[in-house]
């Protein structure tokens, strides 16, 4: 099948919404190119570019794209071939009101440092840090679905998916989403070059990038999915947003029990007892409106829910 | 040097004390084997062991030992050779009151379930779980150092350790505690087999074990330490514990910002930026009456800060 290209110049949005407008429509088992700007959306070039303030229209993610047959109560499965970085540098920046440490005395914001990527002619590029060499390991920081009833700017993360800041959603893994709304209407933009789980300073090396992804419809699942879940090489892991850490967890983890539960002979309290045994909990970004974390278990112990 | 055996029959403490007596006084750079009870004091040895609440003495630590020459400013550096289980099972309990979902509907407690240990005669030893197969990967849950000024129970975190309950605390690692009261007055105990990543339901597969470690008293460091700090294979990793995830997420990190910046020409402007980038927040558990985060960050941008 030909890989079909979309731009960020065919159409973006800065909220998912459940009524969108698809900018391309594609077959179930479709393999896209998917353009992304940064989440920045190209107005920081250099140190002396800084953000006085989160802007309105933040993380712009390429799409809405309909996946043909996807109705609500169906899973889309986006198998992630590769993120690659599509332009010469990444930046990270400190924006007053945002950020782990927000308010602390020892930071300066607004601050933008550029991180310019070397040695992409060799298997291993990186991007420097005022003179640290970290490896380039792209990101996709927003990514989601058209939710089912209340609209989410691209900053807020949520059942949909949206700006999860999830450093798993990269290359060689695999993201679900439930579908809510007719097509699904798959979006993605916001990718990092770099980023430490957490986030802390609210951005990672945010840049532009080419995303290779195939899209595939999942009818009639044998889980209802209610949040985004991401397969890895070794694990699946459950992923939750919420107002605090401690409800993200308790979200994740009950997901995960009842993925245990079905596959196992577990009751509620077994799959829990033994949640608390294999794989664990990851914190995802603590920086966003709503914060996100993912329990993962390792994949020999359960194998797709679908 | 001679390995000196130290058990839980010469002594163990409940709580972590400003004034503590030794139990046994070692040089600097003394190899111990420390012997540990299981959490619950061996009072759970089947599945009709149940636990009503959380006992009023829980997690007894062997100890303490005075390290001659430790003296408050100072860095007690552990080096855990190897943690070995010491019996045949372990156990995970639910009990009121505690617990990541505890109060949801689903959750039977008290339960205790049995995780017998096979394969001891192979490299991989696994305990069992319902008929699922667990590798066996022992962690200490609880050690630390007499406190600065409060008291704390050795089911509760703090700067001076007590209960981590973190699952790099294990062989092949190290651990650096700050030296609060002459001697440091080490003590560890609350071992499990296995446990996740926040050890969710309030126990792993709680377990006794013969513990091997070498202290060495790190005099006059270069940083002042005022938590645990971890060094790994690939990483060190900061320890904060805290009410929230938040407030330990933020201590971690500016802990870690300290030592970036100690490190490279970074203000802590940058180190934050920097932190956002590689490593990252890690979950330990979320379940103790403070919980406990950290801070990672590859060794290939920290050597050791002492």
């Known amino acids: 099948m030909t890989r079909q290209t979309i731009t960020h110049e065919d159409g973006a949005i800065y909220e998912f919404h459940p009524t969108l407008e698809p900018i391309a429509t594609v077959e179930s088992g479709a393999k896209l190119t998917i353009e992304t700007r940064d989440s ?9 570019d800084r ?3 989160v802007p309105e229209e933040v993380n712009a993610a390429t799409g809405p794209i309909a996946v043909e047959g996807a109705k609500p109560g169906d899973v889309l499965c986006v198998e992630i071939e590769s993120v690659r970085v599509a332009e010469p540098h990444g930046r990270v920046v400190t924006i007053d009101g945002f950020g782990l440490l927000d308010g602390h005395e020892g930071i300066d914001s607004p601050r933008t440092r550029m991180t310019p990527i070397e040695g992409e002619e060799t298997d291993e590029p990186y991007l420097t840090f005022e003179g640290c060499e970290i490896p380039v390991e792209p990101v996709i920081g927003t990514i989601g679905v058209a939710p089912k009833s209340d609209p989410y700017t691209t900053l807020v993360p949520h059942d949909h998916g949206g700006n999860l800041d999830t450093t798993d959603i990269t290359g060689g ?17 916001d990718s990092k070059a770099a980023m430490a789980d957490g986030e802390m300073c609210g951005t990672g090396a945010e840049i532009a990038t080419d995303i290779d992804v195939t899209v595939e419809v999942i009818e009639d699942p044998a889980i209802e999915l209610e949040r985004p879940l991401i397969r890895t090489d070794d694990a699946w892991k459950t992923v939750a947003s919420a107002e605090t850490l401690e409800k993200a967890c308790q979200i994740a983890n009950r997901d995960l029990i009842e993925l245990l539960s079905a596959e196992h002979s577990f009751d509620f309290t077994d799959a829990y007892m033994f949640s608390s045994l294999v794989g664990g909990l990851e914190i995802s970004q603590v920086v966003d409106p709503l914060v996100t974390v993912r329990n993962a278990v390792p994949k020999a112990y359960l194998s797709s829910p679908f």
Chains 1, 2 share one sequence.
């Open 40 to 48: 920045l959306d190209g107005a920081v070039q250099s140190e002396s």
């Open 51 to 53: 953000m006085d303030s």
């Open 173 to 189: 893994n695999t993201v679900y989403f439930p579908v809510f709304q007719e097509g699904a209407m798959l979006a993605m933009g």
